[in-house]
T-cell receptor, first 113, second 114 residues
Framework: GNSVTQMEGPVTLSEEAFLTINCTYT??????LFWYVQYPGEGLQLLLK?????DKGSNKGFEATYRKETTSFHLEKGSVQVSDSAVYFC????????????FGQGTRLTINP | DGGITQSPKYLFRKEGQNVTLSCEQN?????MYWYRQDPGQGLRLIYY???????QKGDIAEGYSVSREKKESFPLTVTSAQKNPTAFYLC?????????????FGPGTRLLVL
């Protein structure tokens, strides 16, 4: 079946540190991959996506590269800010049309000033 | 502004009571979805709808019901058969087909049992 595994949290970093949140997946077919961010008490916001192997998604200083050979989609940011504190979800979707997203369990990130 | 609205933000349910969560979108999206989020977990799909007057069960549909009478609206009813309804409920919508299809989420409704 399809599944997503994220690095366990919580993750705590100091401001301006380098961030990596690992995400690996198992999927039948060729999935599209997503990172969503959830701020406290809010819904999910799309952060970035990639739809085929070697694509790099990027937004707000965050990047992730779709690595088919390692079935990974790790999220990175070179210098985090306090405002990046949130829960980050990696997700995949297989197939076309209305298809569910398969989510990882989420990684809580806290950035200290 | 285009977007997805969910109401209410907080909802309280008494034992044996049915409650309905609202989801409205003005993005002209064909597909809509309901997910449930429990603390420390990812989201699980309850129901989804590809077009008006059509919907399918997701992974955890038991104890829930939906309708899709209008393109803009996809209300979720949590019935008394749902024994553990306390959770954060998220509605999403998407347009198009193929790899570029992207789901956009509303702000969520938190359901609590009295």
């Amino acid at each position: 079946g399809n599944s997503v595994t994220q690095m366990e949290g919580p993750v705590t970093l100091s401001e301006e540190a380098f961030l990596t949140i690992n995400c690996t997946y198992t999927a039948t077919g060729y999935p599209s991959l997503f990172w969503y961010v959830q701020y406290p008490g809010e819904g999910l916001q799309l952060l970035l996506k990639a739809t085929k192997a070697d694509d790099k998604g990027s937004n707000k200083g965050f990047e992730a590269t779709y690595r088919k050979e390692t079935t990974s989609f790790h999220l990175e940011k070179g210098s985090v800010q306090v405002s990046d504190s949130a829960v980050y979800f990696c997700a995949l979707r297989v197939g076309q049309g209305a298809q569910k997203l398969v989510f990882g369990q989420g990684t809580r990130l806290t950035i200290n000033p | 502004d285009g977007g997805i609205t969910q109401s209410p933000k907080y909802l309280f349910r008494k034992e044996g009571q049915n409650v309905t969560l609202s989801c409205e979108q003005n993005l002209n999206h064909d597909a809509m979805y309901w997910y449930r989020q429990d603390p420390g977990q990812g989201l699980r799909l309850i129901y989804y709808s590809q077009i008006v007057n059509d919907f399918q069960k997701g992974d955890i549909a038991e104890g829930y019901s939906v309708s899709r009478e209008k393109k803009e609206s996809f209300p979720l009813t949590v019935t008394s058969a749902q024994k553990n309804p306390t959770a954060f409920y998220l509605c999403a919508s998407s347009a198009g087909r193929g790899p570029q299809e992207t789901q956009y989420f509303g702000p969520g409704t938190r359901l609590l049992v009295l």
